[in-house]
């Protein structure tokens, strides 16, 4: 089982809907998540840390569940510039500063 | 703000040719990391330093070698390039344990 996965899309969503997609990662121990954003060919970007207690940026909402060992993104009011894929990060919680990171989920956002 | 800068951008190497990439990053962060990314998979850590003189594998070094000789440089070399080490190689840092990662603009390696 790989340590964090993501469905890998495309989620085609028409400019203005709202999108959101899950991640699932296997440590219990883990303790740093984070959302990147990968344009194609381009290196990843940092978008927001998830927060216990769930957060939002703007029209991004993260939300993290540790019972079930799974972080959301959910963006509302979709924009063109919104297409990338969105990697999935969790600390390895047993290791020094080490992330382990998702495949990334494609988002397509079509006018 | 220069921020992570890669060198080089692209390369092609034939097979058995070796050749080192730069990482250099302006930030005064301790850790830093190199990474690979191939189509269809996640980014998979290759090998990592928590300080200047200091490195450690990652989940995939075999066929890399790196060095932290300076804070703000870390280098990996490719002794015998071989095909299968065809991919896009970033490399990013990181202040403290646990914190976001800046990465670089990624090298583009092809092996043939």
């Known amino acids: 089982r790989k340590e964090v996965e993501q469905d890998p899309g495309p989620f085609n969503v028409p400019e203005g809907a709202t999108v959101a997609f899950n991640c699932t990662y296997s440590n219990s121990a883990s303790q740093s998540f984070f959302w990147y954003r990968q344009d194609c060919r381009k290196e990843p970007k940092l978008l927001m840390s998830?927060?216990?207690s769930g957060n939002e940026d703007g029209r991004f909402t993260a939300q993290l569940n540790r019972a079930s060992q799974y972080i959301s993104l959910l963006i509302r009011d979709s924009k063109l510039s919104d297409s990338a894929t969105y990697l999935c990060?969790?600390?390895?919680?047993?290791?020094?500063?080490?992330?382990?990171f998702g495949a990334g989920t494609q988002v397509v956002v079509t006018p | 703000n220069a921020g992570v800068t890669q060198t080089p951008k692209f390369r092609v190497l034939k097979t058995g040719q070796s050749m080192t990439l730069l990482c250099a990053q302006d930030m005064n962060h301790e850790y830093m990391y190199w990474y690979r990314q191939d189509p269809g998979m996640g980014l998979r850590l290759i090998h990592y330093?928590?300080?200047?003189?200091?490195?450690a594998k990652g989940e995939v070094p075999d066929g890399y070698n790196v060095s932290r000789l300076k804070k703000q440089n870390f280098l990996l070399g490719l002794e015998s390039a071989a095909p299968s080490q065809t991919s896009v190689y970033f490399c990013a840092s990181s202040p403290r344990v646990n914190q976001p990662q800046h990465f670089g603009d990624g090298t583009r390696l092809s092996i043939l």
């Open positions: 990060v969790v600390n390895i919680a047993d290791s020094w500063g080490k992330l382990q």
């Open positions: 998830v927060y216990s």
């Open positions: 330093s928590v300080g200047e003189g200091t490195t």
